[in-house]
């Protein structure tokens, strides 16, 4: 079983988008001399643009570098034009755009609804939350170069580690304390405690390396001495005790190379430390009590999460609960109560590029108190005088901008537009090819260790034993090393699309690797489902949709390309190229 080091954990949820972040390791490349800074395959020279250079203009309004690249990365990845320099221009005048639509909707100065103040007052306490965050969280975070030496220095040293899991922390502390007294052996508290030791009978982590550990636990495992075991750490799957079994030396990459990572994890770990620091000032302020029971089974309720191992999967739905189990009440505080229902609601607000999987306790817990507590962060900004900041009343004026430009649209787009019956027909029978179904394949892919072990999997498939009855087998015996899966033609980016779409049969077996850890994968085609043509019924409301899509855009364009003339508009697409189009956030 592989132990998963515990993340630092958002408490609030309203804003994940300012915290996450995903950083991938620094390898050395020999063919690039040391010290140089690559973005994509362009060495930085110095030949960038600051951020705060100048590369377009509305009015007196300026967008700088800075402002393009968080605009850009903060847009929906599938949406976005790509990186290149007419991708680039496309998108500067995107940002251009907007501010023509947010002048027109100005000066309309159409009345706001009852329902559009309704929305700007539910903005307003998120917002203040968001600025409360900002100036108590973020603005205190500080970050040393000895903070980066010490972490950087737990890089050069690789550990070997063995664990005990356990379900809570009563037990954890009892172990534990018998392990240090001698009273019981290793292998034998793994036997009698750990809840992973048919699968994992030695309680063996193996050799780790610092890279991917957030800073919290990482401090407590690099400065152990060999036979030390740790305090108690806690995971989704459980309560765990670490002990450290043997170091070695290891060659990192330099700290230059690091720095970056390193960084990230001592700001994530500043965030947790301080946002729990912030939470729990609230929680105390508001009373607020949780009822575990409830909260142990909203979680049962959660789904997993989409599987990671092979590709990123953004899973855009939210759970879906019966009416009667969204009643249940999570916690309490003052007069007031947080249900399940509420915290769904609030949680399919959040991007979902960013926010986390609601099926552990700590994650269900942070989002309560991210709905429960926000009135009380909004009642302390306040006290704070932070209705007066100046990102809290810029945010304010662009989210009724945003309103104003929504009835804009409306009024002088949507209402204008409509299909003839005859032009949907006409563009289903044009586009025919393109209304049908994806083709589908259902699949099984069990992981092998060794060549030999992939081979003798792969014989057995094709000899006529069922997928489905090994791993009901490997489960038995505690084992998880491959799964059925479904997949839709559409659904890019997993490796073995070609095989399964188009090269496999039903039936076949096809043994795939070695990957980077020697590993194989058994692959076997279970059923493929080509797809069918769609009728024109089944199609008609998509068609519509397209159609009223297109004579939307032609619409909006028409109303830029109208009132465009009247402003003072500056760009400069020779300036693109020079613009460093990296996330700010890795």
Request: charged share 25%; net charge negative; hydrophobic share 40%.
């Amino acid at each position: 079983m592989e132990f998963r080091f515990p993340s630092a954990i958002g408490l609030i949820a309203c804003v994940l988008l300012a915290v996450q972040a995903v950083v991938a390791t620094a390898q050395p490349d020999p063919s690039r001399p040391p010290g140089v800074t690559y973005i994509g395959t362009v060495p930085d020279t110095g030949q960038f643009l600051p951020d705060s250079a100048i590369v377009g203009r509305f009015e007196d309004i300026k967008i700088t570098v800075g402002e393009f690249v968080e605009a850009y990365f903060n847009s929906y990845a599938q949406f976005r034009p790509p990186p290149d320099s007419a991708g680039r221009v496309q998108f500067l005048e995107s940002m251009i755009r907007k501010e023509i639509l947010a002048h027109i909707a100005w000066e309309v100065d159409r009345p706001l609804t009852f329902e559009d103040r309704v929305l700007l007052a539910g903005d307003r306490e998120r917002l203040l939350s968001n600025v409360l965050f900002q100036r108590m969280v973020m603005d205190s975070i500080v970050i040393s170069e000895r903070d980066v030496q010490a972490v950087y220095a737990q890089h050069l040293r690789q550990i070997r580690l063995r664990h005990i899991l356990v379900s809570d922390l009563a037990t954890a502390a009892r172990v534990r304390s018998d392990l240090i007294a001698g009273r019981i052996s290793w292998p034998a508290a793994v036997k009698k405690y750990s809840r992973s030791h048919v699968a994992d009978p030695e309680g063996e982590l193996g050799w780790t390396l610092r890279t991917g550990k957030p800073a919290e636990v990482a401090d407590q495992l690099w400065s152990l001495r060999e036979g030390e075991i740790t305090q108690p750490v806690q995971d989704e799957d459980g309560i765990h005790l670490i002990q450290l079994i043997e170091s070695r030396p290891y060659e990192a990459p330099s700290l230059e190379a690091l720095r970056s990572q390193i960084e990230n994890d001592l700001r994530q770990a500043q965030i947790a430390r301080l946002s729990q620091r912030l939470q729990g000032r609230l929680a105390q302020q508001a009373g607020m009590t949780y009822d575990t029971l409830q909260i142990k089974a909203a979680v049962a309720l959660m789904p997993e999460p989409p599987d990671q191992s092979q590709t990123l999967v953004i899973d855009m739905t939210t759970p879906h609960v019966s009416d009667e189990d969204t009643a249940r009440v999570l916690a309490r505080y003052r007069d007031r109560t947080v249900t399940l229902g509420q915290i769904l609601a609030s949680y399919s607000q959040i991007n979902p590029l960013v926010r986390q999987p609601l099926n552990s306790f700590n994650a269900m817990v942070g989002q309560i108190q991210a709905v429960g507590l926000e009135s009380y962060r909004a009642d302390l900004a306040r006290t704070l005088r932070l209705e007066d900041d100046p990102q809290f009343l810029q945010q304010m004026r662009r989210r009724e901008e945003q309103l104003r430009v929504e009835h804009l649209y409306q009024d002088s787009v949507l209402s204008k537009v409509w299909v003839p019956s005859e032009d949907r027909r006409a563009h289903y029978e044009a586009r025919k090819h393109d209304f049908v179904t994806y083709a589908t394949v259902r699949f099984a892919a069990i992981y092998a260790p060794s060549r030999s072990g992939a081979d003798s999997l792969a014989e057995r498939l094709r000899s006529g034993e069922r997928a489905e009855d090994i791993l009901t087998a490997d489960e038995s015996r505690g084992v998880q090393r491959g799964s059925i899966q479904e997949r839709r033609q559409n659904q890019e980016g997993y490796p073995y699309h070609t095989l399964l779409f188009e090269v496999l049969r039903e039936g076949e077996v096809s043994v795939e690797g070695p990957d980077d850890q020697s590993g194989y994968a058994v692959i076997q085609l279970l059923a493929h489902d080509p797809g069918r043509q769609l009728s024109y019924e089944e199609s008609v409301n998509m068609i519509d949709e397209s159609l009223q899509n297109m004579a939307s855009e032609k619409l909006l364009k028409e109303l830029v390309a109208r009132h465009r003339p009247r402003f003072d508009i500056e760009m400069h697409p020779e300036r693109m190229m020079l613009v460093r189009l990296v996330d700010p956030l890795l």
